[in-house]
């Protein structure tokens, strides 16, 4: 159920049998040939077709990410840490204070992990309701990677991994074969124009497709895996 | 164009010839029988539908916006001003960066006035690259507004000027009728339990609905209005 | 009643009988040939004008507001908006933890306007006492703006509006004749130094002055609209 | 000469020849039986007094400064430390961005000299042009301080030594005699309850009053090491 | 070469032939029967260690990081991430305004790693000089990890991979046996309350204590790896 | 006691029977000839020498503080102001939470001393538990500076007064004879680089050492004045 087909009513309605709800949030960069909003699409679609059957809603995709390592292509949004970590606590917050107390934010990107020390201080927060809040990287938990494995041990930002129906961009034709592998170890010191240019398409290594027959598959183990989080990802109380 | 619709070397390619973007800001906020996205799926399609033509490339919308006096409706998300106007200046610090030089945020929530003057601040960074930002909350600008108010001078908040087929809940029936207007030089000093009591079904005043005709002209008033500013909205320099 | 003019126990003294208080908040920036205090000076005498025969106590005015359109005019001051609207907010909680319950703003300056939301969200800030917060921009409010209109459509910045006995400066002589008209529309969106350019005395349009007899009877519309926000203008509880 | 007795073409004149300029800061705060404003007029009004002859542009004081201990008396209005470093940052970089060089902030309240800290780190900002700026407490610096200590050595808030016919309240007695003194050394672990528990008039101790003719003897002192300070307490350059 | 060890004309020489720093950070957290101070005496101390043979400089620990859901042990100290990051900020500052070029920050404690994020954003801050900066978490680096999981693939906070000489505290009687394995997927979702009921003793796993020979291969392991990454681990240029 | 000599058990045991905590504050910054750590080592060791027969836990030095004014020589750090209010409450909030209620911080560095205004704030912060908090600079209270006045008047950064045992480095020559005294009254006006030209050694002035013997005698009056602080500085309740 995405809030944004429903109304407040609606909302208030399910606040009186359940107290789930799902955050994803994306990042609007670059993804090689993919479409510049690859991170969200993905945290968004695999949220809603998680939550779907369970009738737990969804907000919109937080579309804003933390990717200052990609600024110097087009198109790519990134905000301060100091920025990024008010805007999860604030929507924190105002879930808490509508009643939820079971809240999954679902993640699309990388270069946001380190929201998930802001939750850990959220959760401890003096004075407040008891609210959990997961934070699920989809698209390299366990079961989701073990699936991708299966094909290519090779996942890297722009490739194979994030090349779905819905993340092409239409008319963009996508080469065959495979970009070079950037050293991992010290992408994370390069600066946004040293990282344009190491990587001139933005693809950070690794087969630019598979087929599509592979690729659900692995969606469909990153649907099962947040279905499953937000079936049994709650501690007992 | 939306930004989503892209990858970055087509918004590379694009400001080889042209400096312009559009950023929509809604909110995430009750609306009565209508959507809880009403301000952003608003700010966002008018902003899509406006650029088309010019080619002018659309960011997804920043759905979060300041809606205190709402959170007592489940499912508004309110950010703190704080956290606002930091989020607006970085999107513009990271456009100002990749060349962008005329910047259209488009508004779709009265409660989102105030980030305005930060962009006038922002304007005024020091040091900085000069770059020209025009704030334009659609809704109430004059030329829409006149086209509304040709049907009911009555615009307010969850009522028919936000009731388009594109904001209604699939299965919701909207009344007919009119909500009992709340007075709007005290709805300011309303806590947001206070608002809920005034107004239960959250819609402050006027009918619920027009006809599909009607809302078309307001409409494409509102499309002309910003692709106007898109045009002939700078400043000549 | 001045706060100035006034030791803390009679403020408490008062406090046992009313909970009203009054603050207003200026700026201290160019307007043209009249001092650079007059918003500030306005603010604070409407007020104390208003407040008098109502006894409420009026605070010092907060001289420094946001003005970053004008800091090319030397002697003009502007605090970032993220700075002011927590100086808004501790004064704001000092009033309340003292047991203040209605606090009128009342402002002087049109680029303070965007406090107006930060007092939104503080009246719905969690935890805490009902307080009511009134944001009054005096010069521009329904019946001091008609009173005005009667004499002249035209009411800029650094024009007739603001030229009283009491905001003009010692010695200097005031043109005759009208300023150049800016766009408005385009005025937002320049820097301080287009703005001085395009400006070049600082009044940004209409004539310079009217009569004595014809300012009085816009400022006694200003104090009396004061007076009637701070006797009627409180939501009823 | 006051700023807000000049228009901006004075202060651009100004400029041409000198880039001095006074920044008085007080407080609103309890005095006993004293004006709230007593640390604010005394700042204000010495820094005139001194700058008057060299014809020194003096700021509107800024009314509000950092008084924590001092909220439970009623009228006492205390910004937090993270606000007022910002609001003395904001006009010292408003000042410097307009040509000043040599800024004198003249202080009148104990509880704002936390912010020469804030100075120091500002005169060292990166890439900045030098500015020069002097923070001086005038109540307490070496010369006042003698010239006061010649009548009494207890010189303590709310007493005598802040007793001056502009800080008096309009029908208020003052009490003769002397007030108990506070132990200094504890006094700065006592919360507002219990500082007013332990001073129930406000005044920290000693004397109440002295003669006029004593007052203008320490008056002059503070004057004259102000208007000092504006000559040459410059770093030669 | 410790900083503290050094006065600042040293610094000054070594920036004539080197422009590599290392600055450790650490935790004061409860570690079970260890000292308090575990994160911060092993990120020190493997810098040191590290360090010498290279002549590099070490400031000292920063000994406070991120670890809310600790802090119903007594004697965790926890600062908040929006604190920890104007840290580390600042310091990354100090550094590269004297000639640091290469900066390695030695980390001791997992929930200081989204500090990492913060990193990556100052690495790329507008206009600024070029100066790399390595963030390793010694403790599960892969040379580390490896050397540790030939003993004992359980590896635990509190547990015998912390359990050095150089940790233990005189006096106290380490366990024999393991703690009980607390579940990893669900401990990030507990308060410190829970935390304290979930970890009476507040290791969080696995056994308490191995022989000194096997924890000096665990030792040399973290010390090489750090030596290395200090004369390896930087980007060529 | 020092703290990280401790594990959490004990720190809770202690709590049983005692509210008291000492929090040393220094920083890293140059001394001269002396240690870049001078501030924070006899912070520190005095601290933990006054604490020891009390059996008072020392929490480790916050090793960084507030020294702008000296960066530019190398291996000094400096937090910014808003930064070290920041690091410093949530310090104070850790051991309030955890049950502390007399906290002592012991501070070895001037340029802290601003933040005694943020612990007056603290102390009054809404809604808190009672705790008191001494903020005590060793090295120029009254006791220990007449200890050292009785050898020389002459009490500057880098001079004598901090050279001990423990802070002098190994291999290097301290010079005989006096530095020039810096002019304090306009020290507060130099940048950093105007520091270093004009103290080319780091040492603001006087003879550069004394007798250890002399030496001892300051330190025990620093010691004994911190433990009479522990034990009678606080207020009784």
Redesign the interface.
Known sequence: MR??????????D??ERDDRVVLPVGS?E????????TD??LAERVSVEAAEPLGV?V??????G?A??F?A???????????Y???V???LD??A???FRRIAVINGHG?N?????????W??R?GAD?V????HSWYNAPKTAAAASRFDEDQYHGSWLENFAWTR??G?EIPGGAAPVIDR??A?????E?MRAQSP??SLGGAYQRSDEDMQLVWDAGVAEVRELLEK???DQ
Chains 1, 2, 3, 4, 5, 6 share one sequence.
């Open positions: 809030v944004f087909d429903s109304n407040w009513m609606q909302i208030a399910y606040l609007t670059q993804h090689g040939y993919l479409s510049l909003g969200a699409l809603p907000l919109p995709v937080l579309p804003f933390m200052p390592y600024t292509y087009p198109g790519t949004m990134s905000l301060r840490m100091s920025t970590i008010e805007v606590r604030d929507l105002c879930l204070g509508q009643g270069g992990a380190p929201v998930a020390g802001l939750i850990r201080e959760i401890n003096p008891r959990q809040v997961l934070f961009v239409a963009v170890a010290k994370g010191n390069l600066t946004a040293e398409d933005g990802g709650w501690l």
